[in-house]
């Protein structure tokens, strides 16, 4: 007969307390084998939200990793082709440098031939993608934004490129020679028009004298304009004579003669026996003049215009002279695609670096798009092409001319005074350059939350192996003391306390 007092030694209480310890060995054994303190998110308790929140942190962090990646593959390719850009801007602009003809006026071939592999490497960098995304084409990133060179320049499958379209151009404002424009003399006074109503040719703008004994008649204002020189008496030698022009590309010229009552030599008229000899002689010399400017410095500015026409910018249509025939037209029209070159055929954005972004952050976005048609690349594009139609030789009297007109304008357009303009390839690498830092910082500070992250889902998931241990072996001693002590009650009986004999 046992003779266990339950209440003086509850063994269910006992046995439930060692199936307890039992079951808390089995955790403790679990976790040293796993480094884990739960399998399931149920067995976390209240630190599962916490731990589920942590993973999701870490796991935004990791996929704006591959995106700072990717961005930052792009940015470093945008680095290196606005570089080779700027150093083909600043190797241009010193090519192209008036009276610059070389021995013999070898640079009037090597400068073309010369513009033309400049624009080649251009087209090719505007051209570059980074696995099939175009970096020039803004959000049209998987259309080739430039066609080649060689298309741009001389068309293809039946499409103007910019010599023909140019050529038009020069057409149209060099007209008959004499830039569009009438020259002639009655008696006294000599009268100089613009042939029409139209946007092409020397425009006239103002006119001016040192001379007493002439009168001046300005221009109104009102196209076609018109202006008059008369004589009412006989100019003394040096008196001079000054008409004002505006060219294609909106820059300025003008043309002086000098009276002289010898014999005249280039910008200079002869005065005559009378006031209607002299208008004669200043009306001829004024013809020779005219006709000298438009065969270079008009065609220079043509030909800049042109560009400006047919390489346009953000927002801007082509445009077209109205033909033929071409050196009476009177109008431009917009360029009809399927007989014109389009010269850029990427997106066209007002806001080119925002046309691509991409968020990097839960609080931070870079925006790093570009496109060809911005400002710096289009006047690099313009400058090189317009010198690149060239054709100079020392048997053209007007090759020097032109060469110096062309090489100031393009000069101009590539000036560093540009440099700090919206669109420039020099604000262009900085923008991007300022995405990258940004970039760059972003996943710095990203490494180093996702460091702490992983501390602190550590701590909530992990075990230190040693604790667990220690653990182990007290609840093990705990649990075999627990095992003898209920052993050793549960077989007592009265047996063993009855006397004997």
Do not use: C
């Not at 630190?47 to 704006?64: E, F, G």
């Not at 099939?132 to 741009?152: M, W």
């Not at 192996?465 to 009650?489: D, F, G, N, P």
Request: glycine share 8%; net charge negative; no cysteine.
């Amino acid at each position: 007969m046992t003779i266990i007092n339950r209440q003086l030694y509850p063994l269910q209480t006992s046995m439930s307390l060692i199936n307890k310890m039992t079951d808390q060995f089995g955790t403790l054994q679990q976790q040293l084998a796993t480094g884990q303190k739960a399998n399931t998110l149920a067995d976390m308790g209240t630190s599962r939200s916490y731990d589920l929140s942590l993973r999701a942190a870490s796991s935004r962090i990791d996929s704006y990793a591959g995106s700072i990646q990717m961005v930052n593959t792009r940015l470093t390719m945008f680095n290196t082709v606005t570089s080779q850009l700027a150093t083909i801007q600043s190797t241009a602009q010193s090519a192209m440098t008036p009276s610059a003809y070389g021995s013999s006026n070898g640079n009037f071939g090597t400068t073309p031939s010369l513009a033309y592999s400049n624009l080649d490497q251009v087209v090719n960098l505007l051209d570059t993608d980074v696995a099939g995304r175009y970096l020039f084409s803004g959000n049209k990133t998987d259309a080739v934004p430039v066609p080649s060179t060689d298309e741009l320049i001389n068309g293809a499958n039946g499409k103007a490129g910019f010599a023909q379209v140019a050529s038009e151009r020069q057409q149209a404002d060099v007209g008959d020679g004499m830039g569009r424009l009438t020259l002639s003399s009655t008696a006294d006074t000599a009268t100089l028009a613009e042939d029409a109503a139209q946007p092409f040719g020397f425009k006239l703008s103002t006119a001016s004298t040192t001379s007493a004994a002439v009168t001046l008649t300005q221009p109104n204002g009102t196209a076609p304009q018109s202006l008059g020189v008369q004589f009412t008496a006989l100019p003394t030698d040096g008196d001079k004579i000054t008409v004002g022009l505006t060219l294609p590309d909106g820059t300025s010229d003008s043309i002086t003669l000098t009276a002289t009552t010898g014999t005249p030599g280039a910008g200079q008229f002869q005065v005559g026996a009378d006031a209607t000899a002299t208008a004669a002689n200043f009306t001829t010399a004024l013809q020779s003049s005219i006709q000298s400017e438009a065969g270079t410095t008009l065609v220079a500015a043509s030909n800049n215009q042109a560009a400006n026409e047919f390489f346009t910018g953000q927002g801007q249509t082509q445009m077209r002279v109205q033909g033929p025939n071409f050196a009476t037209a009177t109008q431009l029209v917009a360029a009809d695609p399927t007989n014109t070159v389009t010269w850029y055929q990427g997106g066209d954005s007002a806001d080119a670096r925002g046309s691509i972004t991409a968020k990097i952050d839960d609080h931070a976005t870079v925006q790093y798009g570009a496109q060809a048609n911005e400002n710096g690349t289009v006047n690099l594009v313009r400058a090189l092409a317009v010198m690149s139609i060239q054709n100079f030789s020392n048997s053209d009297a007007t090759s020097g001319g032109r060469f110096d007109a062309i090489a100031t304008r393009n000069q101009d357009r590539l000036a560093a005074t540009h440099a700090s303009e919206p669109g420039s390839i020099n604000m262009l690498t900085v923008e991007l350059a300022n995405a990258q830092t940004t970039t760059s910082n972003v996943s710095k500070q990203q490494t180093a939350y996702q460091a702490q992250l992983t501390n602190m889902v550590s701590d909530l998931e992990t075990v230190p192996q040693e604790q667990v241990a220690t653990e182990l072996l007290a609840l093990q001693t705990r649990l075999q003391a627990s095992y003898q002590a209920t052993s050793l009650i549960a077989h007592l009986s009265l047996v063993n306390y009855l006397p004997t004999g």
